[in-house]
């Protein structure tokens, strides 16, 4: 309201310079210069009535504008607070070992906040695809089974000293695979998050 504000002042100054010209031009004259001494009203009402369309035009869409942009950085924000959640248990997970309460709650964490960017998305003037909703879905649940599912093993691997995935005393502990694994899967997930977000800001 307060730009509208400004802009209407600005307009008001500017015909008045243009009204203040006019009345000038009519007491002075000027050598090799001639301004017509009539004036046809129906022109000036036509310039004044563009001009505050203009104005009023611009004004509306620059706030529009603005309160799109602002929708798109708080959402944008919220994809980088996922993002640091990922980079976090990806740190945790390239150990070798992470406790299964804080795998289980990270992985939580990410999917109950991109179901709530979701939610906040359909209620702006842009939406989500489909299939980045899909590919997110996927990614999370492959993560999910290479932090915690034990894969079928013969009798020659269950006696080996090094298993994909063990569970001990609420740790989970990986061998070198599947730390790789895990590496490539959640480098995979922050991908689909920084495409999240160029896709949130072009639209």
Known sequence: ????????????????????????????????????????????????????????????????????????????????????????????????????TEASSSLKRINTALNSIYRIVDKCHFNITEDLKDRFKNSLADIRNTLTNTPSLTDEQLSSKDLPIEIKDSIIHFNKDRVSQLEVKFDTLKDLLLELQIHINNK
Not at 55 to 60: A, D, E, F, G, R
Not at 68 to 85: A, F, P, Q
């Open 1 to 100: 309201m307060k730009n509208l504000k400004n802009k209407l002042i600005q307009a008001g100054i500017y015909l008045s310079c243009i009204a203040f010209g006019y009345v000038i031009s009519r007491f002075f004259e000027i050598p090799n210069f001639e301004i017509s001494k009539s004036i046809d009203i129906s022109n000036i009402l036509t310039l004044i009535v563009t001009a505050w369309l203009a104005i009023l035009i611009t004004t509306v869409l620059e706030k529009q504008n603005n309160d799109h942009r602002v929708e798109k950085d708080l959402i944008i924000t919220r994809v980088g607070n996922i993002y640091s959640i990922a980079d976090s248990l990806q740190l945790e997970s390239n150990i070798g070992r992470i406790h299964i």
